[in-house]
Every structure is written in C-alpha cells, then in structure tokens.
C-alpha cells in the first residue's frame, strides 16, 4: 500500500511540506495546512518540554564534567565544550518551535490560503515547481545529513553500550556504568541498571535534538521559498494586469495592493517566529566555530590528526548551518524588493492619475527592504556573512580565546 505522501503530486503544497509535518507529529505537535480550531494545549507540548528538559539536565552535567576535569588539572577536550554548544543550541531551538508553534500554524494556514488562491500560469508553473521542488530536495537532504552526523560523532560510544549489551552473559550481567552516550558526570556512584537506564535516556535528548534543530531550520527554508514563490506570482500578475487594457485594470491593482500586504504580513510573522531562532543558531554557532578553530590548531600541534578531522568536519557543518539561514534569508529579501523595480519598469507615467498613483504604492512599499534579523539586532543574508565587519567579529572572538589560552587559561 502505498503511503500517504506518495499521493500528493507537485500540484499539492502537501508535497513539499508533509515531511515536516510528519516529523513533528511523533512528538504530538499535529500541524495542519487548513484551519485548525484548537489552539496548541499544554499537553501536545508536554513531550517537547520533557525532552527539552532532559536537555537542560545533560547541560548541567556536562558542566559539572567541566569542572571537575579543571578542579583536578586534567586536558579537557574541546570536543566536550562543542558538544555543549550544540546541546544548547538544539535545546533552545526545541523551546523556540514549542513556543511559537500557534504562529508557526497561523503562517502555515496562510500559505495554505495563498496557495487554494493563486495558482500559477501554465507556462511558468513548471519553473515555480521546480524551485520548490529544489528546496524539498535540499532539507530532505539536511536532514540525512544532520542524523547521519549524530550517528557518527556517537558512533563509538553506541557501540561499547551495544557491545557490553551483546555480551552480557559472558561478564556475567556487569557493565560498565561509566560508558554513555555523551560526555557527562553524574554526582554519584551509578551502580544499579535502573541509574544507568536512567541516565542513558539521553539517547531520547538526542532524538529530540536532532528532530528540532532539523524542523525548526527546514520550516525556515519551505517558508522563505513559499513567500518568494508567491512573490513571483505576484509579479508575474501585475505585469499581465497592467498591460491589459480595460476598466477593471484600477481595480485589479487595487486587489494585487492587498495581496503584496497580506504578503508582507506574512514576512513580518515569518520574522517573528524565527528571529529568536536565528539570534541562538548565530550566537551558538559562532562560539562553536571559534572552539573547533582552537581544535584544529591543537590536534594539529599534538598530531592527532583523527580528532582535527572531526574538528574540521564540525567547523563545515556549523558554517553550513549559517549559510542555510543566509542562504534562503537573502532570497526572501532579494525577491520582495524586485517587485519594486517590476512595477517601476512598467509604462506608468502615461496611465492616468489613480493608475500611477496604484504603481507608485506598490514601489514605495516593496522598495523597503524585508529582512530576517537575529532577534533584530542585525540583518542575515550572503552579503552581510561575507562583509568584512561579520568575520571581524568572529576573528575578535577568536583572538580573545587564543589570548585567554596563552594567559594559562584552560579551555
């Protein structure tokens, strides 16, 4: 029998969102594209604060593994503030899509509106398609990437627990209780099974890690490519509405108005829900680029070249995380101002006075810039991660960790 998914076809928003969806609703969050009656209640978000919380409780040990490796003088690996860093990462981004889920609904429910609304002409649709076609392609595959990562920074570590589990008649039924996921110390003597399965429910901290960081980022890009495919069409129809001559042309202006400002709503929502998303993802992985930079160089000048492997392998997937937001952030951007120089290209000065008063509305309007903020401190996007003052930030971060090392400083 064949899934559900494989029914809906290119001409369904389905199609390019029910992996998401479906995603979220093993952990009790049912999204829908229509409208929902029922606003989100505490006990749908019950397991996303369950697993969060085992999250906070992994931080504290971690920290307590930190501070007693630097009590007693020992080398503490890099590698365990990384996995800190993206600890807290995936654990804000699972309180952030738990919080803002109502919202998260509501754009869902307008795009499902836009989508019933306006559809696109026979000859550029397939074009449009293939746009969404290519971002349903790119975070299925961040997806697969994301987990595979998982799957190999833990590998080891899932294979002495399932090592010890294989062979537990010959050793007669011991473990060792000290073998765990992540890197952690717990402030007592784990001697029983049920403290160790306990405390092995990290394994449930890193589903939900991996299934937040992976939604919260994936509902970002299907969103931006869902306003910038709608954009297009919008385009598209205000060229063909002011090129036909007829007395319903001023009022076909007046309905594309509406439709850019329930558009540019549709932004500002957008950069509600995700802009505290965005300001932990930038903030986390700056810090985790500048720790991995301190790995390489170590692991390097000790010659563990396996562990600058890893390094090097979490310094790319960190800054891939950046340029994903910059990447669809700038699109967005990009194409809510092009309707501006759309509307300006068209022959409006010799309409008469309410046609070229309509244009000059929609290029006032589209001619301010729409941008996604870091909880709007700064704009993202390509332009500003490759301007020289982005990475003077983080060259300044660096130097004050380099300069804090050589000051006897244990990192």
């Known amino acids: 029998m064949k899934s559900r998914e494989n029914i809906f076809t290119k001409d369904d928003i389905e199609y390019y969102l029910n992996f998401i969806l479906k995603s979220l609703r093993t952990v009790g969050l049912k999204l829908s594209l229509s409208k929902k009656i029922d606003e989100f209640k505490f006990r749908h978000k019950l397991p996303t604060i369950i697993g969060c919380s085992i999250g906070i409780i992994i931080f504290f040990l971690q920290i307590y593994f930190i501070g007693d490796a630097l009590h007693n003088h020992t080398i503490l690996p890099i590698q365990i503030i990384s996995q800190v860093i993206s600890n807290l990462q995936a654990v804000s981004k699972g309180f952030l899509v738990v919080y803002k889920i109502n919202k998260i609904q509501r754009i869902l429910e307008q795009i499902g509106v836009l989508w019933k609304m306006y559809t696109p002409d026979e000859s550029n649709r397939a074009t449009l398609y293939n746009i969404l076609q290519r971002t349903r392609s790119i975070c299925k595959t961040y997806y697969a990437v994301l987990i595979a990562t998982v799957s190999i920074y833990y590998l080891q570590p899932i294979a002495n627990f399932m090592g010890q589990y294989g ?6 039924h011991t473990y060792d209780y000290t073998k765990t996921l992540l890197i952690i110390k717990v402030p007592f003597q ?9 405390i092995s429910q990290e394994a449930v901290l890193l589903y939900m890690s991996a299934l937040y960081w992976a939604c919260s980022d994936a509902f970002f890009a299907c969103f931006t490519t869902q306003i910038c495919y709608h954009f297009k069409i919008l385009k598209y129809h205000t060229k063909v509405c002011f090129d036909v001559k007829n007395e319903n042309s001023r009022l076909n202006l007046v309905t594309l108005i509406k439709r850019h400002q329930k558009l540019l709503r549709l932004c500002e929502l957008t950069e509600d829900v995700f802009s505290p998303i965005i300001f932990s993802t930038m ?12 790995g390489v160089k170590e692991t390097i000048s000790n010659g563990s070249y396996r562990q600058t492997g890893m390094h090097l392998f979490l310094f790319i997937i960190t800054f891939s995380q950046i340029l994903f937001y910059c990447a669809f952030a700038e699109a967005m951007t990009e194409e809510a101002c092009t309707l501006a120089d759309l509307a300006y290209n068209l022959e409006w000065t010799s309409k008469d006075y309410k046609l070229r008063y309509y244009i000059q509305v929609i290029i006032l309007r589209a001619h301010k810039p729409i941008y ?8 993202i996007g390509i332009q500003k991660l490759t301007s020289n003052v982005y990475f003077s ?3 300044r971060v660096i130097f004050i960790l380099y300069d804090a090392k050589n000051s006897e400083l244990k990192i």
């Open 372 to 379: 996604c903020t870091a909880y709007g401190f700064f704009p």
């Open 167 to 172: 062979a537990r008649n010959g050793i007669n």
């Open 393 to 395: 930030d983080y060259k």
């Open 283 to 294: 903030l986390s992985s700056a810090m985790n680029l500048c720790v991995n930079v301190i």
């Open 190 to 198: 784990v001697t029983l099974k049920r403290y160790f399965f306990i």
